[in-house]
């Protein structure tokens, strides 16, 4: 549980990671649009990037830590879309989203709660905030020096800014399992036909 999140920033270990509070990883799956009748197996980060390789559109690998489910999506990604989070989020459920793109920065932060867009921006670039309430973070980012400044792309900074999201979620995603371990797996239909029918 001491890993944290800051470990996402380092570049393509993962692409889309979304978190949900107070429900069960297949829960969340099944929100990210799981196919029916498939059940989930053990996979690795190489079962899900060979599962790709032979047609998936999107694989997501689910678990749970600190009360927060998370899943990690291969391909294209439901949980990095308004409609996944809209989906996710339903029935006063908190979820987090992190798209991850080092080739073209910022990585995104999105937070939604119960089907509504609270707040979002991208690491590094803090000071354009997005959502219902944009300022959720801004004392968590102002203790830890990230704003007032402008626009920090560089790693002390956008770690910073991961930290300070870490902290006022309570958030932990742990490295060796996610990379290196199984957690179940599940093929999701893609894209905005998932999150239209979940």
Same mark, same amino acid.
């Given at each position: 549980m001491s890993d944290g999140i800051g470990w996402l920033l380092e570049p393509y270990l993962v692409d889309c990671v979304t978190f949900a509070s107070g429900i069960p990883p297949a829960a969340l799956?099944?929100?990210?649009?799981?196919?029916?009748?498939?059940?989930?197996?053990?996979?690795?980060?190489?079962?899900?990037?060979?599962?790709?390789g032979r047609g998936a559109r999107c694989v997501a690998r689910v678990g749970e830590v600190a009360g927060w489910a998370f899943a990690v999506e291969y391909g294209d990604a439901v949980g990095a879309?308004? =409609? $996944?989070?809209? *989906? /996710?989020?339903? =029935? $006063?459920?908190a *979820? /987090?989203?992190?798209?991850?793109?080092?080739?073209?920065?910022?990585?995104?932060?999105?937070?939604y709660l119960d089907g509504a867009y609270v707040t979002g921006f991208g690491v590094g670039d803090e000071a354009r905030r997005y959502g219902t309430k944009?300022?959720?973070?801004?004392?968590?980012?102002?203790?830890?020096?990230?704003?007032p400044s402008g626009p920090q792309l560089d790693q002390r900074g956008m770690r910073l800014t991961m930290l300070a999201i870490e902290d006022h979620f309570g958030l932990h995603l742990p490295r060796?399992?996610?990379?290196?371990?199984?957690?179940?797996?599940?093929?999701?239909?893609?894209?905005?036909?998932?999150?239209?029918?979940?």
């Open positions: 799956a099944a929100r990210l649009g799981s196919v029916p009748g498939r059940e989930a197996r053990p996979g690795s980060a190489q079962d899900a990037q060979e599962a790709l879309t308004a =409609g $996944g989070l809209v *989906a /996710v989020s339903r =029935g $006063g459920v *979820a /987090v989203n992190f798209q991850l793109t080092p080739w073209s920065p910022p990585s995104l932060f999105r937070h944009p300022g959720l973070l801004v004392p968590e980012l102002e203790a830890l020096g990230v704003l060796r399992q996610v990379l290196y371990g199984e957690l179940p797996m599940y093929h999701l239909r893609a894209g905005r036909r998932a999150a239209a029918q979940s």
